[in-house]
């Protein structure tokens, strides 16, 4: 069993700067890819940015230029730093395990942190 928790979320005017932490234990970290998630009132849980266990790393379009995942495998680890915040990135943002990858559909997703907030106002 892998244990996600997040944290560093918070209130943020528009074109701010936050860094989410997710600190990981009971799993072997270094060997599972990680993704942030986000979900917005009313509407379904979207991938924002995955990191391979190699560093490899994608992004939603909406995101691409302002947030960067990146992972500690020493401090067992994954940070979402996001910057130029917008409205429409307010949401719960969550920390995911994933088998690979590749697997990264929500219904894929091996195990979830329970989420921290970010809200941008405007």
């Known amino acids: 069993q892998v244990q996600l928790v997040e944290s560093g979320g918070g209130l943020v005017q528009t074109g701010g700067s936050l860094r989410l932490s997710c600190a990981a234990s009971?799993?072997?970290?270094?060997?599972?890819?990680m993704g942030w998630y986000r979900q917005a009132p009313g509407k379904q849980r979207e991938l924002v940015a995955r990191i391979s266990s190699r560093g490899s790393t994608n992004y939603a379009d909406s995101v691409k230029g302002r947030f960067t995942i990146s992972r500690d495998n020493v401090r067992i680890t994954v940070y979402l730093q996001m910057n130029s915040l917008k409205p429409e990135d307010t949401a719960v943002y969550y920390c995911?395990?994933?088998?690979?990858?590749?697997?990264?559909?929500?219904?894929?997703?091996?195990?979830w942190g329970k989420g921290t907030l970010v809200t941008v106002s405007s």
């Open positions: 009971g799993g072997t970290f270094s060997s599972y890819a």
């Open positions: 995911a395990a994933l088998k690979s990858y590749f697997s990264y559909e929500v219904p894929e997703v091996d195990y």
